[in-house]
């Protein structure tokens, strides 16, 4: 029930960080990073969660066409959105593993973007 909750959390926030429309109705909170705004606007919503499940769940590798959209997104953009998940205190106990997870993911996906 935990980790269903959790997933659903988790889900919701990916639709609200791509769904740009509904971003403009809302005033950013204290703190809030523009720049996150920029690089949401990069990333669309299957791939954000197929990086998701990757990194946070041990799914499946990320798909050719996802990497694209990744390192086009760039790597600032991908610690960020990584950064905004770790915030979260279901996923602090394990930052080691995601943050291993979320360099792998990049550097493949790099890779594959570069022809290596």
Not at 45 to 57: S, T, V, Y
Not at 84 to 108: E, G, P
Request: glycine fraction near 6%.
């Amino acid at each position: 029930m935990a980790k269903s909750t959790i997933v659903s959390s988790v889900l919701l926030l990916v639709c609200v960080l791509v769904s740009k429309p509904a971003l403009a109705a809302v005033e950013p909170a204290p703190g809030y990073d523009v720049s996150l705004e920029v690089c949401i606007k990069k990333m669309t919503q299957p791939c954000g969660l197929e990086l998701f499940h990757n990194i946070f769940h041990d799914g499946p590798e990320v798909s050719d066409s996802c990497c694209g959209i990744l390192v086009e997104m760039g790597d600032p953009c991908h610690s960020e959105f990584v950064d905004v998940v770790l915030s979260n205190d279901n996923f602090y106990a394990r930052t080691a593993d995601y943050l291993k997870r979320s360099l792998s993911a990049w550097k493949r996906c790099k890779s594959i973007v570069n022809g290596h």
